[in-house]
Nanobody, 126 residues
Framework: EVQLVESGGGLVQAGGSLRLSCVAS??????????ICWFRQAPGKEHEGLAC????????RLTDVVKGRFTIFTENARNTVYLHMNSLKPEDTAVYYC?????????????????WGQGTQVTVSS
């Protein structure tokens, strides 16, 4: 079965950087086009789509909120997706999730993804 595991969260000061990782298993990377996206959920708010990557060709899509600060990429293995976050702000504080599904459309809607990780907490202090 599909499993997604996030890691790399923690407490950082405003302006700092952090790199999150998402290790996926159980996905048919060799047979289907898999989209893996990063979402976050701040206290009392809905899931917010941030960045997505299509594993087959590495195509990415970022929201305006994180463009210029966050980067999504894979390194060495297609089943591992990273989110490198620069210039962190207190408003970036949230639980960060990775989500995956078999699709060729990099949607920022949480409803379009079936598989989710447990999340990793990111706290940015001011």
């Amino acid at each position: 079965e599909v499993q997604l595991v996030e890691s790399g969260g923690g407490l950082v000061q405003a302006g700092g950087s952090l790199r999150l990782s998402c290790v996926a298993s159980g996905l048919t990377f060799d047979l289907d086009d898999v989209a893996i996206c990063w979402f976050r959920q701040a206290p009392g708010k809905e899931h917010e789509g941030l960045a997505c990557i299509r594993t087959e060709d590495g195509r990415t899509r970022l929201t305006d909120v994180v463009k210029g600060r966050f980067t999504i990429f894979t390194e060495n293995a297609r089943n591992t997706v990273y989110l490198h976050m620069n210039s962190l702000k207190p408003e970036d504080t949230a639980v960060y999730y990775c989500a995956a599904d078999l699709t060729d459309f990099l949607s920022f809607s949480s409803h379009d993804y079936k598989h989710w990780g447990q999340g990793t907490q990111v706290t940015v202090s001011s």
